[in-house]
Every structure is written in C-alpha cells, then in structure tokens.
C-alpha cells in the first residue's frame, strides 16, 4: 500500500478527519429526519423548525472547517509519499545508470503522476469512503434495520460489474504503459537529434514519427479511460437500479402501511445513498489502483533496492595489477581482448594506444569494477578487486571524451554538490586551468544546458577539476582530447600530467609525439596482449 510510505502520524491525523468528514452525512441525514418528522406533525411551532435549521447550519461551519483541514492533510500526504517515491525512482535510475533513459524519463513523468492520482489519492479517497460507509451503515442499521438489510442485499450488483471489469483495466493500463514509454523516447530523439534532422531537410519526417507514436499513446489513454468511464457507469446503473429504485420502492410500501414514517423513509433513502455511493466509489478507486499496476512495479523496485553507499576515501595506494584480462560479450561471446597485463605505481603516467573500437573503454569500465572479466583480475593494493564496483570506484577519477554537464552553476559543476572549503576549491580551479572562466564568469554563473554556454575547452577542463577535487589516487582519461585541436589537447595534457601525486591511465588512438612525451610509459595494445614501447 502506498500510504505506508507517510508518516504514521500524518495518517492518524487523516484518518480521524477523515471520520469527521463521514459525521457530516450522518448529521445533516438525522437533523432533516428531525425537521421532516416536526413538519409532519401538523405542529404550528415554526420557531422549532427555525431553531433546528440554524444548528443545522452552525454544524455544517463546524463540519466546513475540519474539511479545510481535512484537505490540507490530505495534499500534504499526497506531496509527502511521491517525494518519497521520486526520490527512491531517482536513486534507483542514476545507481543504475542505464544509458537507455527512455523508460527512467517516462517513469518519471507520466508513470508517477498517474500513480500519484490513481493509486496514493485513490487510497486516501478509500479510507474516507469506508468510514463513510460504516458510519452511515451503523446508523442505518439503528434506525431501521429491515431497510438496511435490503439496500445491503442490493449492492451485490455493482460488486459484480466492478469484478468483472478490473481484470479489463489492468489489461488496458499496460497497453498504456509501453506506447508511453515508447513516445517518451520519440519525443527525446526528436529533440536531440533536431540538429541533423534540419541539415538534412527531413524535420518532417522526425515530426511525423513522433506524431504517430504520440498517436498510439494518446489511443492506448483514451482505451483506458474510456474503460474506466464505461466501468464506472455500469456499476452506477446497477447500483442505481439495484440499491435505490427496488428499495425505495419496499420503503414506500412499508409507509403506506403505517410501519415507517416519512422522516425515517427520507432519512434511510440518505443515508443508503451515502453507503453505497462510497460502495460504488471504492469500486471505482480499486480500478483506478489496479491501473497502476504496471507502473507500481517499477517503483516497488525502487523501493526495495538498497543502495550500497561506500565513498570511504582510500587511505594510500600501493599499486594497481591488470593479471591476464580477458573479455567477451555476454549477448553473442564475442571476445573483445585477450590475455591484457599492466602494471600502474603511484604517480605514474601511462599511455594505452589501441585502434579505434579495440576496447579501451571497456577496459577502463573493468578497472571501476563496472564490468567482470572471463578470465584474469585486477589488483589494487594487493587486493583483488575484479568486477568489485564497491572496493574500486574510490580509488578512481575519470576524465570522459564528452563529459556531461549540469544545467546549474559552474560551482555545482565542478563539485557536484558536494561541500567544499573555499581554499581547496580555489586551488583545484587553478590546477585545472579554470582562473580566466571563474575570473571572468563567477562560480555561479549558469553554463546553460549540456554546457551550451561553455566551449569544449573549458567543458573539458570542468572535468578535470571534478577529477583532482576528489583526491583519488588514479585518474582515467578515455579519449579526453581527441575532439579538441593540438593547442588545447596539448594544453589539457599538461594539466593532467603534472600532479605528481596522481597516477594517470590515458586511453587513446591518436596523440602527438609532444604529448606522448609527457607520460612515463606508453602500452601498445591489439588483440591478444599488451605490449610497451
């Protein structure tokens, strides 16, 4: 259940205003017995029915101001448990980190708002429904219970219909989860990929194929919530026909026959619609949660997963050992390399050469722990750390061909949010080849989407200041320069290879021999083994 994810007193706190919010029936139902009874008593007291309509209304203020704070409850629950529930999403996708984001966006978006609506609102609507219907049937039952009994008997018709159609809205919600999905990832593609789309003159044919899964998407909701509507009017013609016409009709009879007063007949006729209207309401709400099903059990994963939080900061580094390494892919065994051995002593600068598509960066994904070798390990400090993600990642930095970007400030960039000391910040900014930008821009000063405000210098550069920020012993470049023009490669070089305090694996297919001069060794790699100059 999803309310498990609240507070347990904000629940309480719902749940009792709740009650008071089912009292509000109850009350206007007794008081219009009262008034209705007094009418038909040939009485001439007018004062009577005047003094009991102003308690009726001074009830319904009383009533009108918990529900203000019966709402507001009721919001802050709803705002509550889908912060929980983003939260986990969030941390569960980026943990992951499927480059494939096309169902983390949809999951996101769509996929939590119609949790949010059809499955935490349903469930709070549930609650105050149910106490509706037991307190309306409580006091039925003490007022009449022969007419009770009858209108309870009828309400096993729209139970029926609302069994019957469950099954079908489960099936329509994940029809409607998977073409979400699928225009999710259209609309992205159409967006990122805009820029070829105008230089090849084909802008409408992207448009056309995001309209048509846009298209499938919009029929596969419009099925489902035409189901719904068609589920939830069945189950209102039945109960309409089963639980008001037949036994109003009895109620009727029971009258002309001396044995229920006007009062009493007017009063249960109140109150049967307003324990089985919440009746048919629940039905309703269990549709809507069963609509969601598809969609819970992507963010139930979330929920359980449990992250394994290590960033414990190395206490030295001794060494890293690449023994005899192998890779294949799982998807078709193909092998990727063979039989790759390496030796790294702190401090020192190594160059990887390999031909493009060799599998470079799949050997440094290795050495994070990322990815598990068929064959040979990896040693850090002695330690066998192979396919270790948890005992590796710490003692690493890692310099990307295209590091990504926040769409925050130059500060947030660089540290990632984490709490930094004005003077270390300084000193990493100044290390990286970032004084002129900061001088220039300030720290918070906003680098635009993807870094659409920077040049690929400087993006470069950012990345090597998150790099010596986290003071890790090791450092891998993959193909960190070899989008820039010499000048600035080998100015990016002369930054990464000066700490002596940090060992350096550059992975690369194309470098100068001025750059090349600057790292302590240079490893050859082809298919079979490595091999140094």
């Known amino acids: 259940m999803s309310l498990k994810y609240a507070r347990r007193s904000q629940v309480i706190c719902f749940t009792i205003l709740a009650a008071i919010k089912a009292c509000n029936i109850l009350f206007v139902a007794y008081m219009i017995k009262i008034m209705l009874n007094v009418a038909s008593s040939h009485s001439k007291d007018v004062m009577h029915l005047v003094r009991l309509a102003a308690l009726t209304a001074l009830g319904q203020l009383c009533f009108m101001l918990s529900n203000f704070i019966y709402e507001r409850v009721k919001m802050g629950i709803i ?56 307190g309306s049937l409580a006091f039925a039952l003490y007022n009449s219970w022969q007419m009770t009994i009858i209108f309870v008997v009828a309400m096993a018709a729209p139970a029926v219909v609302q069994i019957f159609t469950s099954k079908i809205i489960t099936k329509k919600s994940k029809i409607w989860a998977k ?209 270790d993600w948890a005992k590796a990642h710490n003692y690493f930095s890692y310099v990307n061909q295209k590091p990504f970007m926040f769409d925050d400030t130059l500060r947030f960039n660089i540290t990632l949010g984490r709490k930094v000391s004005d003077e270390k910040l300084k000193k990493v900014i100044h290390l990286a080849g970032l004084d002129e930008l900061v001088k220039k821009e300030g720290l918070d000063h906003k680098v635009g989407e993807a870094g659409n405000g920077l040049s690929g210098g400087q993006i470069q550069r950012i990345e090597i200041a998150r790099a010596l920020l986290s003071g890790r012993p090791i450092l891998l470049a993959d193909e960190a320069t070899s989008a820039l023009d010499p000048n600035l490669s080998f100015a990016i070089h002369e930054t990464l290879l000066k700490n002596p305090h940090v060992a350096v694996i550059e992975v690369a297919h194309k470098i100068s021999p001025e750059e090349k001069a600057m790292f302590n060794k240079i490893v050859r790699l082809n298919l079979c083994e490595g091999k140094k100059d």
Request: charged share 20%.
């Open 79 to 134: 705002r509550d448990v889908n912060m929980v529930f983003k939260r986990a999403n969030l941390q569960y996708l980026v943990d992951q980190g499927d480059p494939d984001i096309k169902n983390g966006l949809s999951l996101m978006t769509n996929d939590l708002k119609q949790i949010e609506t059809n499955r935490i609102t349903a469930q709070l609507d549930m609650i105050y429904q149910g106490l509706t219907f037991i």
């Open 179 to 387: 073409t979400n999905a699928s225009y999710t990832q259209n609309v992205s593609d159409s967006l990122n990929g805009a820029q070829s789309a105008k230089l090849y003159n084909v802008r409408n044919n992207i448009v056309v194929r995001a309209t048509h899964s846009a298209q499938n998407m919009e029929n596969a909701l419009r099925n489902m919530n035409l189901t719904q509507a068609w589920a939830l009017e069945l189950i209102y013609s039945a109960a309409e026909l089963f639980c008001f016409i037949i036994p109003c009709t009895i109620g009727g009879i029971m009258m002309m026959q001396g044995s229920l007063s006007v009062g009493t007949l007017f009063m249960m006729v109140d109150l049967a619609m307003n324990f089985i209207t919440p009746v048919v309401t629940l039905f309703n709400e269990f549709n809507q949660v069963k609509s969601t099903v598809p969609m819970w059990k992507k963010t139930q994963k979330a929920l359980n997963y449990e992250a394994i939080e290590n960033s414990e900061k190395p206490e030295k580094f001794e060494g890293l050992d690449v023994e005899h390494l192998a890779y294949q892919t799982k998807s078709d065994k193909h092998t990727i390399f063979t039989d790759v051995n390496l030796q790294v002593k702190p401090g020192e600068k190594i160059l990887l050469m390999a031909p493009s598509g060799w599998g470079k960066t799949t050997l440094l994904r290795l050495m994070l722990g990322l990815k598990r070798p068929v064959e040979g390990k990896i040693l850090i400090n002695g330690e066998n750390v192979t396919g």
